[in-house]
């Protein structure tokens, strides 16, 4: 199959599997919607996408269309080919159970990595060997006086980020189901992925239509 469409249901996760050379377009397809990305070595688990890794190498806390996002091996894992939006984030770990108990006293509330542990787990994820968290969309500034801030995104519907991968690889994205703060607008909505063996610009995203 030349192209494969899956939707992340609002606030949940989705697992899936690409080939090196393959494109992945993560689409935001209401707006103002976080996806938690991350992606491990398909032949060896211990090899997973690294935001520490990715910093270092790009010397910068932020990321752009020609860049590599690196692994734990320092390997380049994936290429950003295209990005509409722009801002998204590399610093702030995935929400969990302890963050909405502890900080929002709210329990048993979906968080994103129990989102993306549900379909990594079949591939031999563990918790503890779970990668931190590419914030697609995530708008999250650092302030002049060195604070870092999360605040909901700017991104529109249909605004997207296109990654050629470098290897094969098992990804999982979560629409992060943070709706008690700022982060997500409030309102948790589905995301879109599209993996594809060619990119054709961004025509070929129907969801912009």
Known sequence: MCQSTLTVPAGHGKTFEVKKGQFITVIDTGGQQAADFVAVNADDLSEKLSPV???QHLRSLFFKPGDALWSSENRPMLRIVADTIGIHDANVPAC????????????????????????????????????????????????????????????????????????????????????????????????DIQVSNHYHGESQHAVNA
């Open 53 to 55: 890794h990715t910093r």
């Open 96 to 191: 969990d159970r302890t963050r909405f108990s502890v900080d929002f006293g709210v329990e048993g509330h979906r968080n994103c990595v129990d989102n993306l542990l549900e379909g990594m787990k079949a591939h031999g994820v563990t918790y503890f060997s779970l990668p931190e968290p590419f914030n697609l969309f995530q708008n999250g500034p650092v302030t002049a006086d060195g604070r870092m801030e999360v605040t909901d995104p700017t991104s529109k519907a249909g605004d997207c980020i296109v990654f050629e991968a470098l290897c094969d690889l098992i990804c999982a994205v979560s629409s992060c189901p943070q709706d008690i703060i700022p982060g997500n607008g409030l309102q948790v909505t589905p995301i």
